[in-house]
């Protein structure tokens, strides 16, 4: 950015947006986000989070200052204490509760003012900050390459929520019946003219019952089509319900399994709950859009007809209007934000506490969960009311507004009445026809600014349909009975994002088809990464990571998940019966399979001795199964899926040694490819080769013997 344009003369106001994060774990760059936005890079956070993606670990400051170098923003690195923080360069970011971070905004006397991304804009006393600020505080602030147009990407409605069909007729229809309705409503102001200037004057009680006959039929034909209109409606809104909520839902199941990793439950919850908001939005709006829109304009034509002086009055008091309904747009936008933020917060506790309510209850910890909920519950209704107060003024603003106008326009038109411009039915029917102008430009206006607020909505939701669906590859389709398949792993390294160290490096190794392979290693050294590698769930940055079937065919994991079933550490149970979960919920399940899978995993008379057997309901909570009859649950479902490759990650850590031995046993005679994390000697004893594993890496191959032997071989 050429430096004549890096003075600062004041006559463009910077502003500082509330960006708030969409993962756990993103604060540092939605503080990133923020400041780029206020020197002019105003870009979505979605679109830095696809170009720097933050694990659910979190990011280092290194990492983040990378980040803004990237976005040609100079850093200043500074430790300082609380008195200092009045000598920083504005807005900077600040590391608090040495967890978090955010940005600060202004320092005043008694107060800093901060955007939490978490939480939003807040004040902290002077007295509470040394409690949260670490000391640590990051100025940023443009170079000579900033670029501070970068055009914001557009998110569209369609992007957001699918197409839809079926209902392009009955929107005609609607439409049509609708302009009909106000056709209708329009008529009446003339009736109140007629009356008063014609019929009452002249004691004209044949036109007075004319009229009067006319009109009623009008009022029933109106009400009629009114009906119509509405059950047209019911049928819209719930084909679009059920499209856009299907729509979203399908692209829910099919994004990246990290998705579900970096985000609260509830968050997850919220955000999809924002098709039902748009929804509500969208069919209200457009048909106001269009019918109010055409109302307008007409009943505005007449007004000028009747009086230009009262017309230009009404058009100036809409004026007046329309700039406060601005004035409070932002202030309501963010209070109205942060109240969403909140209650995800809420529901994600809700959610958490109701499912870990047994631990909970352990270490008689509910007073705490239930004053931590509280609290995440009183931030919500403290930005509730916020909106509310902000509601309540903006409608008071209004009301005096309305009544200061009325008493205007009654004050001119009795003048022009008197002066005889404007008989009193004409007055009437003016009247009539100003406060149906008022009506609906009024909630013409409304309207605009409600679809300007569904940003709010479109953008939560968007972090669900913008996130790209796992890559689609070409498929094992007619899988054959016999066929094997080998596995080839080469030179795999792994990591989280660009800017974290790796997990997996550099590992190659291979199993013949038919083969038990065991993995062992110290915790965390990155033997469950492997396993979600090679089923398919990470795909592979650097390396490969192949299955070569008998015809000599590599296959990529993705490619033949049909043949791969595993049973990993957080696989849960779903509601449902027993046989439910091994089958999978399938249409059409094959009982009699279902029992032998029962039985290979050991779990048949476990299931036989209870009293529902097969139907008795299971799921995530209220199970009174062992987490050892869980397990081997899990191991049925696997092998019903019939595959040719096991995967395993301590599938059997919860059995006794006798059960252990007897499900590896019935394993061994199914000649699958096996490959099992495992602790356990006697487990590791049953494999052809274990390879131990040490920070990411194989720093040992061992047979069974070498393993009792304590012979060592170097990978």
Not at 535 to 563: F, R
Request: with cysteine; glycine share 6%; hydrophobic share 45%.
């Amino acid at each position: 950015m050429p430096l004549t344009k890096r003075i600062n003369f004041g006559l463009n106001r910077k502003t500082l947006p509330m960006i708030f994060q969409g993962e756990v774990s993103e604060c540092g760059l939605a503080c990133i986000a923020m400041i780029a936005s206020y020197y002019g890079n105003r870009q979505e956070l979605l679109t830095l989070r696809n170009q720097f993606p933050i694990s659910q670990r979190g990011a280092k400051l290194s990492m983040l200052l990378s980040i803004a170098q990237q976005l040609h923003l100079t850093t200043r690195t500074l430790r300082l204490e609380t008195d200092e923080l009045n000598q920083l360069r504005l807005p900077c970011m600040l590391h608090w509760d040495f967890k978090h971070f955010v940005v600060l905004k202004a320092v005043k006397k008694n107060h800093l003012v901060i955007h939490d991304p978490e939480l939003g804009a807040r004040k902290i006393p002077m007295k509470e900050v040394n409690k949260s600020f670490t000391g640590v505080a990051v100025e940023l602030w443009p170079n000579e390459h900033f670029n501070p147009h970068v055009p914001q990407e557009k998110i569209s409605l369609r992007q957001v929520i699918g197409p839809v069909s079926g209902i392009k007729t009955s929107l005609m229809l609607v439409l049509l019946m609708g302009l009909l309705l106000e056709v209708f409503s329009l008529l009446m102001p003339f009736l109140t003219q007629w009356t008063i200037d014609q019929v009452i004057p002249a004691a004209d009680y044949n036109l007075l019952s004319l009229l009067l006959a006319g009109f009623t039929i009008v009022m029933i034909t109106r009400h009629l089509i009114s009906i119509a209109r509405d059950w047209s409606m019911l049928f819209i809104t719930t084909s679009l319900s059920v499209q856009w909520r299907s729509n979203v839902f399908n692209h829910l199941m099919h994004i990246p399994a990290s998705y579900f990793s970096r985000r609260h439950l509830g968050d997850v919850v919220s955000r999809f709950g924002a098709v039902d908001a748009i929804q509500a939005t969208l069919t209200s709006a457009f048909f106001v859009a269009l019918l109010d829109g055409a109302v307008t304009i007409f009943t505005l034509t007449v007004m000028f007809i009747y009086s230009v002086k009262l017309t230009l009055i009404a058009i100036a008091s809409i004026l007046i209007y329309s700039i406060l309904r601005a004035l409070y747009f932002t202030p309501l936008r963010n209070a109205a934000e942060e109240q969403i933020i909140h209650g995800a917060k809420q529901q994600s506790h809700f959610i958490e506490s109701i499912r870990g309510i047994k631990t909970i209850r352990l270490f008689q910890q509910q007073s705490e969960r239930a004053a931590g909920w509280i609290s995440y519950m009183v931030n919500q209704v403290n930005a509730g009311v916020r909106v509310q107060k902000l509601q309540l003024i903006y409608r008071q603003s209004i009301s005096f507004l309305s009544g200061l106008e009325s008493i205007i326009v009654i004050g001119l038109g009795a003048g022009l009445v008197i002066e005889g411009q404007l008989t009193v039915g004409a007055f009437m029917a003016f009247s009539s026809f100003k406060s149906q102008f008022s009506s609906r430009i009024s909630n013409l206006i409304d309207k605009f600014f409600e679809l300007k607020m569904l940003r709010i909505q479109t953008e939560r939701l968007a972090d669900i349909v913008l996130t790209e669906r796992e890559k689609l590859l070409p498929q094992l389709v007619d899988p054959q009975s016999d066929r094997r398949f080998a596995l080839r792993v080469e030179n795999v390294s792994w990591r989280y994002s660009e800017l974290e160290p790796k997990i997996l490096q550099n590992l190659s190794f291979e199993v013949q088809a038919g083969d038990f392979v065991a993995i062992t290693g110290t915790s965390g050294c990155g033997k469950s990464t492997l396993l979600e590698l090679l089923c398919g769930n990470h795909s592979t940055a650097e390396g490969s990571v192949v299955y070569i079937d008998q015809d000599g065919h590599a296959w990529e994991p993705a490619q033949i998940k049909n043949q791969i079933a595993t049973v990993l550490q957080d696989d849960v149970l779903l509601s449902g019966t027993i046989l439910d979960n091994i089958t999978f919920f399938a249409s059409q399940p094959d009982e009699e399979f279902a029992v032998k899978c029962a039985q290979m995993a050991a779990i048949y008379h476990d299931i036989q001795a209870m009293p529902m057997q097969f139907n008795t309901l299971v799921g995530d909570m209220g199970t009174t199964l062992s987490g050892g009859q869980k397990q081997r649950i899990l191991l049925a479902r696997a092998l019903y899926k019939k595959p040719q490759v096991l995967l395993l990650d301590e599938a059997t850590s919860h059995l006794d040694l006798v059960t252990e031995q007897q499900v590896n046993q019935m394993l061994a005679a199914l000649n699958l490819t096996r490959i099992v994390i495992a602790h356990r000697p006697h487990t590791l004893a049953m494999a052809q080769r274990i390879l131990v594993m040490k920070e990411g890496e194989i720093a040992q191959v061992l047979t069974p013997h070498q393993l009792l032997q304590g012979v060592k071989e170097e990978a």
